[in-house]
């Protein structure tokens, strides 16, 4: 029986004061002592007091109750919570506790028996199910089931009457008999429900039929109707249709369970996991350019209306009202990008996902407005009916038809045989008007041109020589005939030149002018010319005033492929010249993929090309694969300096290299003098003079150009299979800047954790930071196969070595970038994975080459050869199957095109794990101030441009202690323990420690922290 031991109870000073216990467990106090809450079920029941068996209970009930579980998911967190506990362990603590906690899982839809038997005996039950009881049918506890209230989430308020609990409610029926005799009342309320209904409201369990949407919507058409709560679960099927209502006829309806069971049960049989990631996965293959790609024939609008519905569709769905604005903003921006029409509103931003989709319909219904006013008025078209200004030569497009005379027809009724003189003045009247309204007209209709028409239809006087070769085509060509007439026998009194606007005609194959003129222009013309060129100044910014050289006819120059449309990448020059130049456009090109980028001031350069010179106005900083290089910026031109530095970078005797820069590519040719080159299925292969061998040059076309995967990969091994997935608020920072910066496919989490253990912590049972670590929508967990022994026999004792194997196992088998926990991804890594090379590593402090964070194609030859390799060599030395072996590897395969690149340090791992290091990065500077002073609470934070992504953290305003980030992809942040010193300011990495900004790591992950914290993820007093 429980409470059978003879522990004593906590005395009056161990016992925690009844009103600082939440409700639930207050009138235990007696019972439990002062650290309940730091106890849990994981206790070891052989050794376990009284006191610590009520602690656990308590603890762990309280937490049920504030995180609302019940049903199926309340009986599994329960079963594996207390998987190791016996009847024994129960009857040891305090009776009424252990009952409380049997009507406790009662009330939120775990079925226990309460037949008069041991309270202990019930709840081993429960925990030796292999199969979820469920509830009988008949007798007394059918009763009791009819009537316990449940909510499918915290803001269901649906009634105003109290909830018992099942102890309080054989009580409170005998004072209100009435209560649980209202049949009539909820059948009536579930009629009233199902006239509310229509079928398109109703859930049938078919993709992107989101069952948390209606769910939201029966609830809300139950609080219209005051639905009582224990009629809900009648009222549940009301809302249900085809496959969903069959689920609910098979499973639920002879037994019916708890309302909040049965909505968990059909969300769960039709959106698993894999529906939810096919959700995600096919809202990110969603673009602009795909549905019109896919429906050629609907309009830009309309397109950009089906984008805004599918990603408000899909987050509502899966987020419900938990929706991130910032996140939608992102998916939509994603979604957009690459289409002229939208490129203002991406530029101009918003603050939010409604204020951005507006922003976009506007920009894309100027775009359309102008592109019906140019077709319409065609104001940039010359093409005119010619009337050469050349004196008496005026003829006319049809003048090859003159001498071909039409039969004679009533311009009446337009019919041959019939005479205008047979119809009334009225039907002659009303020819000549509809005539005059006739949208038919090239130019604007005159009492002269009726005349000419008139004639030419009822022309009697004339023979027809021919007549077929006499008929016009059409009726239309009657109307343009009689303009040419009239033009053609314009009187010579007219001045030769009257007023108009004469237009210079270039032929650009030949050099060869002519003239010809234009009438006034109509102010409809110069309004569609004005509004055409207010929205090229709005998007380039350019001005029409500004007098451009004319080219030369006879200079055959391209002017579409260095235009600002397309950026064509860098292309170094051999440094003779001092600085090499470009077109201005590229600038304007290169400025519309990154707009990041601006022009500062810097010293000027005269820049003579051919026969025309120009002097820089500006510098443009750009990162790239080799570190930053500095563009000056011409009027017409853009110009770097040099060249020379990056024949330093080059550490490879042979390279194969291509240099990718945002979306366009280029090949880089380096010093001529030092370097061959030779193509090689369309790349440019830098070759030493001292060795011309191109033996070392043949590679597998078919391999060349295939990025590496843009999947990223983490390794968490548990050291204590009982242990729980707690992660850290450095893992949140680092997962989540991944994602940030680096837009992946997807995150693998490879771990040996149980699934009990991953959902608990998808739960948030582990704590806030795993909780959204597994919140993350691109993360997915895959079950990691962890080895015991090496290939050579050698046991593997050590965790952080069996992580090792896991990685590059990960890496071999998916292709990818995998990093450690504590290293801090900082920028984009796209120029990276897509340049060319099949796999890449970085140096750390010693030279090798460290294996925190490498990236590798699937199968390269490098994670091949590694993986072969570390299973022979390993002796449980530290690195001997890690560093060691990636190092001498790739070393080893830089030789070979494409195949292995080596960063230096500061790539992905500036510092390291000696002492002066950590100081150098986690030491607070006591004497800047701190970024959160006078920060009232909700208030957004400080940001300047030196905190933007791809800057580098840096500018010229940072502090003298501060480090520059700019040639750093990713921060590998070693642990300071390792090397047991004291670091002023330092205990470990928590949000206030980064927000304050106050050392060199603050500054570098700020950027990212500061969203965090404006998204309202994070609190600056999190731990």
Known sequence: MAGDSTSVSPTPQERPRKEDLPKRIQRFYRSLSLDWEDCNPNLNTDEATTTQVNDAIANTLYFYDESEYQGKLLWRYFKDDFSHWTEATFQQGTANLVRELRDFLREKGVYCTRDGGAVSASLMRVIQETNRSTWPTEGDDDEKRTNIIYNLTSDLEISTSPTFTPRDQSSQSLQNPNKHDNHELIAKKVTELNKLYTDDEKYSGKLYDFFQSKIML???????????????????????????????????????????????????????????????????????????????????????????????????????????????????????????????????????????????????????????????????????????????????????????????????????????????????????????????????????????????????????????????????????????????????????????????????????????????????????????????????????????????????????????????????????????????????????????????EAEKHKVKFGAGSGTTIGVLRMPTILGIINFHKAKFSLHHTGAKMLSRSLSCRFIRFTFECLTATAALTMLWCFYDFTSTAGYLVLRSKDNPSRDNFQTNPSEQGIPIPNLVHFVYILKDPDSELAFDFSDFLSVFAASYYWHPDAIYLHTDAPQGTIQRARDGLSGKWSRLIFGISSLHVVPASVPTHAGNGAEINLVEHKSDFVRVEAIRAFGGTYIDFDAHPLRDITMLRESGFSSIGGRQLGGQVMSGTFMSKKGSKMINLWAEEMHQVYNGGWTTHSNDVITRVGEKLVSEPGEMLIMEREAFAPGSWNSEDCVQLFEVHEDSASNMEDIPPGARLSSSDGDSPGVGNYSEDSPSWATDWSRTYVLHAFNPQRSGVSINGFDHITPRYVLERRSNFARAVYPVAKLLYDRGLLDANDL
């Open 218 to 600: 029966f609830k809300d058409k139950c609080q219209r109707i005051n639905m009582p709560e224990e009629g809900l679960a009648k009222a549940l099927p009301t809302m249900l249709k085809g496959d969903a209502m069959a689920y609910y006829l098979d499973n639920l309806a002879t037994n019916t369970p708890p309302f909040a069971t049965m909505a968990t049960m059909i969300q769960q049989r039709f959106e698993t996991d894999n529906t939810t990631q096919l959700y995600w996965d096919e809202l990110r293959r969603t673009t602009l350019r795909a549905i019109m790609a896919k429906e050629p024939n609907k309009s830009l609008s309309d397109a950009l209306e089906d984008l805004l519905q599918k990603i408000k569709q899909t987050y509502r769905g899966i987020r419900g009202p938990l929706l991130d604005d910032r996140e939608m903003q992102n998916t939509l921006l994603s979604a957009v990008t690459g289409i002229p029409e939208c490129d203002k509103a991406i530029y101009d931003g918003a603050s939010t996902f409604e204020d951005l989709a507006s922003k976009i319909r506007k920009s894309i219904r100027i775009s359309e407005d102008n592109k019906k006013a140019t077709a319409q008025y065609h104001s940039e078209a010359h093409f005119v009916d010619r009337q050469f200004s050349n004196g008496d030569n005026r003829r006319s497009r049809f003048t090859v038809k003159r001498n071909q005379r039409l039969k004679p027809r009533c311009y009446v009724c337009q019919k041959e045989g019939c005479w205008s003189f047979k119809h009334s003045d009225k039907e002659r009247q009303q020819a000549r008007e509809n005539w005059f309204r006739s949208r038919k007209h090239q130019t604007t209709p005159t009492e002269k041109k009726w005349q000419a028409f008139v004639a030419l239809c009822e022309d009697q006087g004339k023979d027809v020589e021919d007549d077929d070769a006499g008929k016009f085509d059409s009726f239309e060509e009657l109307i343009n005939e009689a303009e040419a007439l009239v033009a053609e026998e314009r009187t010579k009194e007219e001045d030769l030149n009257p007023p108009g606007i004469f237009q210079h005609f270039t032929s650009s194959l030949v050099n060869t002018s002519f003239f010809t003129k234009a009438p006034t222009p109509r102010s409809e013309d110069v309004l569609a010319a004005l509004q055409d060129q207010a929205f090229r100044h709005a998007l380039l910014k350019d001005d029409p005033s500004n007098e451009v050289e004319k080219p030369d006819d006879n200079a055959f120059i391209s002017d579409d492929r260095y235009s600002s449309e397309t950026f064509r990448g860098i292309l170094p020059d051999t440094g003779a010249s001092g600085v090499s130049s470009a077109g201005f456009p590229q600038v304007q090109a290169l400025q519309r993929l990154q707009p990041s980028l601006k022009i500062n």
